[in-house]
Nanobody, 125 residues
Framework: QVQLVESGGGLVQAGGSLRLSCAAS????????VAWFRQAPGKAREFVAA????????SYKDSVKGRFTIFRDNAKNTVSLQMNSLKPEDTAVYSC??????????????????WGQGTQVTVSS
């Protein structure tokens, strides 16, 4: 069983930065792929970034490449998303998710079994 808790959301001006963290309060996530998804009002949930288990391999949505970085801290059992050069279109609820057992990355929500409650990110213009 894995329980995920996100933190770090908030309100920031365009061009600013935020760091989101996903902490596993129960269960280790070092061997599991972990992803960040986001959902803006009236829009479908979309993949943002993912990091493989037991690997440094990562994957990003095209529109965030070069601006967002996903990384792990296995000692703290966390996965973080550093978001720089934020744009108003990045405004959404961001949720982290972990795969059940697989270390490989999936870019679809259905590939993830454990989900956090989400954290709001609002970027003002």
């Amino acid at each position: 069983q894995v329980q995920l808790v996100e933190s770090g959301g908030g309100l920031v001006q365009a061009g600013g930065s935020l760091r989101l963290s996903c902490a596993a309060s129960e269960g280790a996530i070092s061997s599991r792929a972990v992803a960040w998804f986001r959902q803006a009002p009236g829009k479908a949930r979309e993949f943002v970034a993912a990091i493989a288990g037991l690997s440094i391999r990562t994957s990003y949505k095209d529109s965030v490449k070069g601006r967002f970085t996903i990384f792990r801290d296995n000692a703290k059992n966390t996965v973080s998303l550093q978001m720089n050069s934020l744009k108003p279109e990045d405004t959404a609820v961001y949720s982290c998710a972990a795969r059940n057992t697989f270390p490989s990355i999936s870019e679809t929500a259905g590939g993830y079994f454990y989900w956090g409650q989400g954290t709001q990110v609002t970027v003002s213009s």
